[in-house]
């Protein structure tokens, strides 16, 4: 099986920074792109930054300038250090990955469970 295991998310003041991380595991035989969602009750999910195996980073608008995502592939594992949060950053923050399995053709995309920031102004 296979698991994304975020941390890190908590309560910050505004102007505060956070640092979330996110570790796959399980049977896995290669990881593509990386990325990180973000969900507030009654919105859909959006993509704020993503990253592909090389290091190409992408960013949502509101998260350049403020947000870096990072990625060690050895250790399966992706990064995304926040700054500057503001109280419209509050969200509970997903994890995603396309990993390919062995003995699997495609790659498929996992979700980590989520975890809660909240910006208080």
């Known amino acids: 099986q296979v698991q994304l295991v975020e941390s890190g998310g908590g309560l910050v003041e505004a102007g505060g920074s956070l640092r979330l991380s996110c570790v796959a595991s399980?049977?896995?035989?290669?990881?593509?792109?990386m990325g990180w969602y973000r969900q507030i009750p009654g919105k859909e999910r959006e993509l704020v930054a993503g990253i592909t195996r090389d290091g190409n980073t992408y960013y949502a608008d509101s998260a350049k300038g403020r947000f870096t995502i990072s990625r060690d592939n050895p250790k399966r594992t992706q990064f995304l250090q926040m700054s500057s949060l503001i109280p419209e950053d509050t969200a509970v923050y997903y994890c995603n990955a396309d990993i390919l399995r062995p003995r699997s053709d495609y790659y498929k995309q996992f979700w980590g469970q989520g975890t809660q920031v909240t910006v208080s102004s």
């Open positions: 399980g049977a896995i035989f290669s990881i593509r792109d």
